[in-house]
């Protein structure tokens, strides 16, 4: 039987499940609950009287008419994406506003020269700044909350274009008075008390990953905030902690700690980052136009 209007809540409920293999996740991802998705899902069987899901399986699997559905869903729901993302550029051409979104380390200290050196090309450009961890902004990206972002960088999905915009060695900082020496190895710090970043910090991930990497256990370490109270406990003589020179640079002049040169080179990636099919939207070859214009400092 032909049915001329689809129920688009079901067929994204079905979507959401098929997509992730699993109905909990679906749920977290729709902000329903499981009863309401399981019902939305039996319901699209129920219009078109077939079975989609393989309920029975774990992960769950589709059926062959499931993988057709999905196919079709798949198609749907990745149009409707790049419209939501065509007229979001179409307000930004009318209101001159771009959503941009970035780490708290970077917004604080290194795109303020960012979106100035923008600004000096497109004066008439407006700025709306939304800051938190790298990962929750590619992820808010990607959901079309932004135009684009600068964050740290973490593993991109394919719909995803990144453009580096910097590299940046990490420096380890310690208390003014602290005797530690100036030239170490990173298996020297295995027993120092190391203050991470918070959890989601593309930073803290990269020190993480290099103490397992080089196979040097973290024996002592504490799991702090902000980079702010990072800083204010390096400060106060209770561990060292790891920055790009541009986030310790002041604190560096007014001599509040000093820092110590790791002779394994430790770097992060600053890279900015849109959908690909942004890519020739008007608001993004501007960014990009005058970022080729400007240097920033590695």
Do not use: W
């Amino acid at each position: 039987m032909f049915f001329s209007q689809v129920n688009f809540n079901h067929l994204k409920a079905f979507y959401s499940v098929a997509k992730n293999k699993s109905f909990t996740i679906a749920c977290e991802e729709l902000n329903v609950s499981q009863p309401t998705l399981s019902l939305q899902v039996q319901e699209l069987e129920s219009d078109y009287n077939i079975i989609l899901l393989k309920r029975n399986k774990r992960p769950i699997e589709l059926t062959t008419e499931g993988k057709i559905i999905f196919s079709y869903a798949e198609k749907i729901f990745h149009l409707a994406h790049e419209m939501e993302g065509t007229i979001h550029d179409l307000d930004v051409l009318h209101a001159g506003t771009i959503k941009i979104g970035s780490s708290r380390l970077l917004a604080t200290y290194f795109l303020p020269n960012i979106i100035n050196s923008i600004k000096e090309d497109h004066p008439r450009m407006k700025f709306l700044l939304h800051t938190g961890m790298s990962k929750q902004i590619l992820k808010e990206i990607i959901d079309y909350k932004y135009h684009a972002g600068f964050i740290g960088r973490v593993p991109y999905p394919g719909n995803i274009i990144y453009k580096q915009i910097s590299k940046q060695k990490l420096y380890f900082i310690i208390a003014a008075t602290d005797n530690l020496k100036n030239r170490i190895y990173l298996k020297d710090l295995s027993n120092y008390p190391i203050i991470l970043q918070e959890e989601g910090s593309v930073t803290r991930e990269c020190i993480i990953n290099e103490f397992r990497n080089r196979g040097i256990a973290l024996n002592n370490y504490i799991a702090a905030g902000t980079p702010r109270s990072v800083k204010s406990m390096v400060q106060l003589g209770m561990g060292g902690s790891f920055f790009p020179f541009f986030a310790i640079e002041e604190e560096l002049k007014e001599n509040k700690f000093r820092y110590i040169h790791i002779l394994d080179d430790l770097y992060i990636y600053i890279d900015l980052v849109y959908l690909r099919e942004r890519r020739k939207a008007q608001t993004i070859r501007s960014i990009i136009s005058s970022l080729n214009r400007h240097s920033f400092p590695s």
